[in-house]
DNA sequence: ACCTGAACACCGTTCAAGT
DNA sequence: ACCTGAACACCGTTCAAGT
């Protein structure tokens, strides 16, 4: 209360302005998010950065559900639309589709809460915005009417299952205090150490999954679907 | 405390015998998950079912998500057991592939928190046992070595995608209490009426959307992936 | 119309005290 | 060795009361 005192400076610096906004709310909540991960983000911390109370949110947004979508699909618009730029009307759907997906791998690795509010915000905007843009280069592919659900469902289903698998990293690594990097190093020697007997493959996984890069990775796996897509049809 | 005050009769029916074990712990929980959900799992509500104090589990289990990852793995244990069990060495691998990956829908659409339970348990004993299963596979495939950790992964992430959405999905159709094709007929009318200006692709898939079927498209992508993996790079 | 902040009904987890 | 259950430090959400 004391450190409002001096509210006499008609509207110029720290003070809010107006009225709080939706938009203010979801840019707190994206600095929260970013800063201390998805258990960073309560309404007790988000009013207290934005000066206000915790009932006052609630009359800008329905509930935390709803907070994180929105914070999510801030991040998605700005996402799916940035890589469009240096793409022609002479680029190859295949192109596109990379720089879509590495566009999301990017915005997933810094934003790592992201993956798992994907998945719960299933019919919601963040979603259908991946979908028409995805969608669209996979018309642009050629691929048959009847086939659009199931090859858009792949590549996203895949793209959601990493988004989920870095967005569980990310965490553990907070929680452990490790980088990245650290944390698989740390799962690869774990794994260098199972059963030789019950777990033969896994074991002789963790050599290759030390050295992984898991952005070239996850292109590459991109490019396996793709050449399934444009593979034809045994049936 | 009134109620258990019949405890003369030795060691008979209901009242716990002996001690508490981890696998009753396991087991509760499995129940209260497939009955409530995953907010249904509260130390209270399994205490109480269990017939004992929260305190008292924790002499058993470390915390919360040691929990989660326990039972999420006695499901895959069973999950990744079971099909085995129809195959012999003549079957090709892309069949027991297919095998493996359906058990896994299925076991996830009985018990959707292992969707997310999955996410959650990226080095742990879980997610050993399904890439030690489809690795095999993988490498029975012929796969070269260098591309073992690659093509499980992507086989891997699309699993994982769909577990995690239809984990929401079921979540989702609970609290609004809805089946889950009913739910995913409401997500189509909400696309079937997107603008078509601004969201053409993902309007124009509403109706494959409402008339399609999780399982078979599952498979589909499934197949798409083997295709890819069979398929001769281009570099 | 918008905000305040106390209050409600929960959580996971701990820990002295019991047996 | 194992269990009890009160207590702690949190949550999301509501709502009368304010401006």
Redesign the pocket.
């Known amino acids: ?1 004391v450190q409002n005192a001096r509210s006499k400076k008609t509207s110029s610096s720290q003070r ?1 302005e ?4 939706r938009e203010q709310i979801i840019e707190a909540s994206i600095e929260l998010l970013d800063s201390s991960g998805e ?9 207290e950065r ?18 994180l979508t929105a914070a999510c699909d801030a991040i998605i618009a700005r996402t799916m639309n940035a890589p469009l730029a240096s793409v022609t009307s002479g680029t190859p759907p295949q192109t596109t589709i990379r720089l879509l997906a590495l566009a999301m791998f990017d915005a997933i690795d810094a934003h790592p809460w992201v993956g798992s509010a994907l998945t719960h915000a299933l019919g919601k905007s963040p979603m259908v915005r991946i979908v028409e843009h995805i969608g669209q280069q996979v018309q642009a592919l050629g691929v048959p009417k009847k086939e659009h659900w199931i090859t858009v469902s792949a590549l996203l289903n895949y793209i959601l299952g990493v988004a989920g698998r870095n967005a569980a990293n990310g965490q553990l690594a907070r929680t452990q205090g490790l980088v990245r990097s650290d944390f698989l190093k740390a799962v690869s020697t774990v794994w260098s150490q199972l059963d030789p007997k019950e777990y033969p493959f896994a074991r002789s996984l963790a050599a290759q999954m030390r050295a992984h890069d898991d952005r070239k990775d996850f292109l590459a796996g991109i490019d396996l679907i793709l050449r399934g897509i444009s593979s034809p049809r045994r049936t």
Request: net charge neutral; glycine share 10%; aromatic share 10%.
């Open positions: 209360m809010r107006e009225s709080l906004s258990e960073g983000l309560t309404f007790r911390a988000l009013s934005l000066a206000t109370g915790p009932g006052a949110i609630y009359w800008h947004i329905a509930n935390k559900s709803d907070l």
